[in-house]
């Protein structure tokens, strides 16, 4: 029996979804005559009547249907495999929103560099909830709010303490650490919070202790300008401290506020085939946990 090949089990998957020689030729973009030498071709090669002509349409044997179950599954493993080669091709994608790993940052990006140095790994910030991840920007992403989004897998990495973000002139920036009755007692400054991205919320103070008035904002930048200038004060976690250093903005810890967790992100079905092995770089480095 002569080799089948791909063109073959193209023709029998396109008869069985169109029905006809006429429309399946178009899926196709070949002529009739065509097609219906490549199905003859087919028929011969396996020996098997493969498809039930009648004047008007076209219909698969019990044998076709099960060729073509098979032929759909190689069409498709044949398609994922061309898209993870095309993927190769162009660098793996890395979103944050306000931070990295914060210190971690540097050593995980040069152990990547010298262990896959023939995947380029592009670090973008995305000033959405998901780092880019919903959107299709980016393909892996460290968020410290973990999204709501059933398509995106998230597991905790580690979890950093909190600072307060404080004009330089403000009475409590010359403190070792303040607590979070100080950030709100008297005439205080609004707390500048993103939604959805941010890790600052009223929630975290006790009820009577809770800033009297919030403002949004829509990314880091506007969140360190406003508070540099006086429009308000914020609460972060220690990696946004460490990547936004800002020369009217103090960052004091604060002693009694709880911890932000940082979270690890991808897709479900990861859109880069270096997902799985960056992924577990991120943990040996940061976590300390060996990939398997």
């Known amino acids: 029996m002569d080799d089948v090949d791909l063109r073959h089990l193209r023709a029998l998957d ?58 759909r599954a190689i069409l498709a493993h044949l398609d994922a495999a061309l898209a993870d080669t095309r993927a190769l091709s162009r660098p793996l994608r890395l979103g944050y929103t306000c931070a990295v790993l914060g210190q971690q940052t540097v050593p995980l990006l040069r152990s990547w560099r010298r262990t896959h140095p023939h ?18 920007d980016t393909d892996v992403a460290v968020l410290r709010a973990a999204p709501a989004d059933p398509l995106i897998r998230t597991e905790a990495l580690y979890t950093e303490d909190r600072v307060a973000a404080l004009p330089d002139d ?51 930048d506007e969140w360190l300008n406003l508070i540099a200038t006086g429009g308000a004060f914020g609460l972060g976690a220690a990696g946004t401290a460490e990547s936004h250093r800002h020369p ?28 799985e092995d960056f992924l577990a770089a991120v943990r040996e480095t940061v976590v300390g946990v060996p990939s398997p």
């Not at 009217?248 to 990861?270: E, I, K, N, Q, S």
């Open 248 to 275: 009217g903005v103090r960052f004091v810890p604060v002693a009694d506020a709880p911890a932000a967790t940082v979270y690890l992100a991808h897709p479900a079905h990861p859109r880069h085939p270096r997902t």
């Open 170 to 220: 403000h009475p409590l920036a010359g403190r070792d650490r303040v607590l979070l009755a100080d950030l709100t007692a008297g005439p205080s400054l609004p707390l500048a919070v993103w939604p959805g991205a941010g890790t600052a919320s009223p929630d975290l103070w006790p009820p009577e202790q809770r800033p009297a008035h919030t403002v949004e904002v829509g990314n880091v």
């Open 14 to 71: 396109a008869v069985a979804e169109a029905g006809t020689i006429t429309a399946a030729a178009g899926l196709l973009h070949i002529t009739q005559p065509a097609l219906s030498r490549t199905l003859a071709q087919l028929e011969a090669r396996v020996g098997v009547r493969l498809v039930e002509r009648s004047s008007r349409s076209l219909a698969l044997t019990s044998a076709g249907a099960t060729l073509r179950g098979h032929a």
């Open 119 to 136: 995947t380029r790994l592009e670090v973008i910030r995305q000033d959405n909830t998901t780092a880019g991840l919903a959107t299709g």
